[in-house]
């Protein structure tokens, strides 16, 4: 069986991010486990905030299209994404809320249709005591209630994430290395299952 295919999206993408670099330990641990990961720039979409008069006026932007092809073309997603005030940030919500308007064209399924069964490993980082813990059930439920998504069971919050991180970008402590490969572990599991189904 081919290597499963797996997406890297962060919901920041700030200098320094502690999502990006999350995702990146994420990403790293996904290759050696045989996957291959391509990132994608969730902010670099440039998508404007969702708007239905906008969407009257000149349709979905295109960049949409861009969030869909990247998700056509992985068997699953990994995210990495902050907690802002106890919700997922506008990064994410917003370029998934404009995905969800893509109607089925030029063979492609729908934005909503692209998500449907994709399995996806749920992380957050945040300098913060709690690691952005109180989000990830509200980011489990949106991709999981409203795009048909499959989260593994298996999460992680990296708590004081400030404090995390090496100069070569990799988690000093052991533990949260270990809990971020049972994440990705996770993931590739369901994800191998279903590209073998
Ligand atoms: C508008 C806003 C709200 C935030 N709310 C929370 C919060 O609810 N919980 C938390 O742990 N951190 C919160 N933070 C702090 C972020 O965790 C912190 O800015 C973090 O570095 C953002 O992730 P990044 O490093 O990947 O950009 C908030 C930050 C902003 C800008």
Redesign the pocket.
């Known amino acids: 069986m081919s290597a499963v295919r797996v997406l890297l999206l962060?919901?920041?993408?700030?200098q320094?991010?502690?999502?990006?670099?999350?995702a990146a330990v994420a990403a790293e641990a996904a290759r050696r486990a045989g996957a291959e990961v391509t990132p994608l720039d969730l902010r670099a979409l440039a998508l404007p905030l969702y708007d239905g008069d906008l969407e009257k006026a000149s349709g979905v932007p295109a960049a949409a299209r861009t969030l869909r092809d990247a998700l056509l073309a992985s068997d699953a997603v990994l995210l990495?994404?902050?907690?802002?005030?106890?919700?997922p940030?506008p990064l994410v919500i917003n370029s998934f809320d404009w995905l969800s308007r893509l109607p089925a064209e030029d063979a492609k399924p729908t934005g909503l249709g692209a998500t449907a069964g994709k399995p996806v490993g749920i992380l957050?980082?945040?300098?913060?005591?709690?690691?952005?813990?109180?989000?990830l059930n509200f980011t489990r439920q949106y991709v999981s209630m409203a795009f048909a998504m499959l989260p593994v069971p298996q999460q992680f919050a990296l708590a004081r994430?400030?404090e995390a991180f090496d100069e070569h970008g990799a988690l000093k402590d052991a533990k949260q290395q270990a809990a971020v490969e049972n994440v990705v572990t996770a993931l590739l599991r369901v994800a191998g299952a279903l590209k073998a189904a």
């Open positions: 962060s919901g920041s993408e700030r320094g991010s502690f999502n990006k670099k999350l990495a994404t902050p907690e802002y005030n106890g919700f940030p957050a980082a945040s300098p913060g005591l709690l690691g952005g813990l109180r989000s994430a400030n």
